[in-house]
Nanobody, 125 residues
């Protein structure tokens, strides 16, 4: 499955953005989908994941309560709703998916075989 992420932009602190990750050549029907982000000069970090069979969701502490991950009913798109954005949320956001990931590994990059190209989110203060 190929993933295409979009929805990033330049926004002021406090506003909202919704990122989308569209699947082609497959669907988000099993396993996990996730969002990671990479700020300049830093490693790529886990943001959020969703279990595609059951819709359980998981979040990094830094975004819990502000970000929401979801999937559309057609199982083609995974979203990341980002509210109350902060300058420290500035990063390139990547979506990822895996049919074989296990719960203990979903916060790690190595769990995911499929990655989107990344979308830039810049939050100004």
């Amino acid at each position: 499955v190929q993933l295409q992420a979009c929805g990033g932009g330049l926004v002021q602190a406090g506003v909202s953005l919704r990122l989308s990750c569209a699947a082609s050549g497959g669907t988000f029907s099993s396993g996990y989908a996730a969002w990671f982000r990479q700020a300049p000069g830093k490693e790529r970090d886990f943001v959020s994941a969703i279990r595609l069979n059951g819709s359980y969701t998981y979040y990094a502490d830094s975004v819990k309560g502000r970000f929401t991950i979801s999937r559309d009913n057609a199982k083609i798109t995974v979203y990341l709703q980002m509210n109350n954005l902060k300058p420290e949320d500035t990063a390139v956001y990547y979506c990822a998916a895996s049919h074989t990931a296990i719960l203990s590994s979903i916060r790690t990059e190595r769990a995911y075989a499929n990655w989107g190209q990344g979308t830039q989110v810049t939050v100004s203060s």
